[in-house]
């Protein structure tokens, strides 16, 4: 089974989904022929590539509401072992990220692509790194087992630009446009940071179509908590 989990480095829902979907798929008797990959989406793709603080930057889209969806979003960040810290989080583009990522899967394979995940998620919401700089994303790519001189040479150049263009177009011929998106076997969708149960229910019901070949919908949760388009739902 094959799942791509479309999502953002910068989206608070896609770093709780990810550890809502790990704990499913660890329970699940057939985790050891489920292959994950992460695809790409940027909820704010013109974001400058010079960094600011988050804080503010959410101030002006949301007002003074915007530190009350940060609380929330951290509150539950901790029932799934994550620390958010919005103080020090930096307002950042992604592309470099998503870059880095796909070398990742490319030349280390899935394990190592979602391993790197989670470090650009802690770097991003709990370290206060900016994950839109070379030299940042080179320390967390090295620490995440990828070689250094590889990683400094690929980001110095634009490999990986056009494939990860590539993959940000097919996610919006998919229709994708909130975020995590959570593609099983490429015909059927999960959107949002669902719980673990509805995850594990997805994967058995997965696993049953594919080991009877019948083409019969599958019935999914509606959408739950996600990231739009430069901003996420409370």
Known sequence: MKVEIWSDIACPWCYIG????????????????VEVVYRP???????????????????????PQSVAMDAQVAEMGL?????????????????????LLHLAEAEYGPAVQARLKEALLKAHFTD????GDRAALTDVAVAAGLD??????????????AEVNAQLAEGRELGINAVPTFVFEGKW????????????KVLEQVATEIGERRPAPIQVAPAGEACADGSCAI
């Open 148 to 161: 250094r001189a590889r990683v400094a040479e690929y980001l110095a150049g634009d490999e990986g630009t």
């Open 41 to 63: 989406y940027q909820l704010v793709p013109d974001a400058p590539a010079t960094a600011s603080p988050h804080r503010a930057w959410l101030a002006e889209r949301y007002g």
């Open 128 to 131: 206060g790194v900016d994950v």
């Open 18 to 33: 990810k550890r809502r979907f790990e704990q499913a798929l660890a329970e699940f008797p057939g985790k050891e022929r």
């Open 189 to 200: 969708a999960v959107q949002g940071g669902q719980d673990a149960e509805t995850f594990r």
């Open 79 to 99: 029932a799934e072992g994550i620390t958010y810290d919005f103080d020090a989080a930096l307002h950042a583009n992604t592309f470099l990220g998503h870059r």
